[in-house]
């Protein structure tokens, strides 16, 4: 009855979040893909300097979305596979800190670029610690 109860609230909460980005950011990726198609690669290369340069460990909501276009495009001009929807919420959920669950054949691969991007343009680094 409590598991019941959890996935209740659990799901009401998922459902927010995902509206929130999906409202938030989606759209504004989407309006941008005409004006990303026709940025030459030195164009891309110095507006993401330019959003990294500024960026003050903070992204703009529009440089997020000037981000998520980039690798949407980027994607699709050099393996062929555009990101969906779906994908894009699940790379800024990812950003934000959030798990994304996906099943298999749903691009998990792809949705991660979203992340990778958006963390390179705040200049963090990852250190991955082996066991020696």
């Not at 997020?64 to 779906?86: M, P, S």
């Not at 992340?115 to 343009?121: A, F, G, Q, Y």
Request: charge should be neutral; glycine fraction near 6%; include cysteine.
């Amino acid at each position: 009855m409590f598991q019941k109860i959890n996935d209740f609230f659990a799901n009401q909460k998922n459902s927010k979040l995902l509206k929130e980005i999906s409202g938030k950011y989606v759209e504004k990726i989407n309006s941008l893909e005409n004006e990303i198609k026709t940025l030459s690669k030195e164009d891309i290369h110095e507006k993401l300097d330019e959003i990294r340069d500024k960026s003050d460990g903070v992204l703009s909501e529009d440089d997020i979305c000037f981000a998520c276009a980039v690798v949407r495009e980027v994607a699709l001009k050099t393996i062929g596979l555009r990101h969906y929807d779906c994908q894009l919420i699940g790379g800024l959920a990812l950003f934000h800190g959030f798990i994304a669950e996906m099943k298999t054949g749903e691009g998990k691969t792809l949705v991660a670029t979203i992340p990778v991007l958006l963390n390179n343009l705040l200049k963090k680094k990852v250190h991955l610690n082996y066991c020696k």
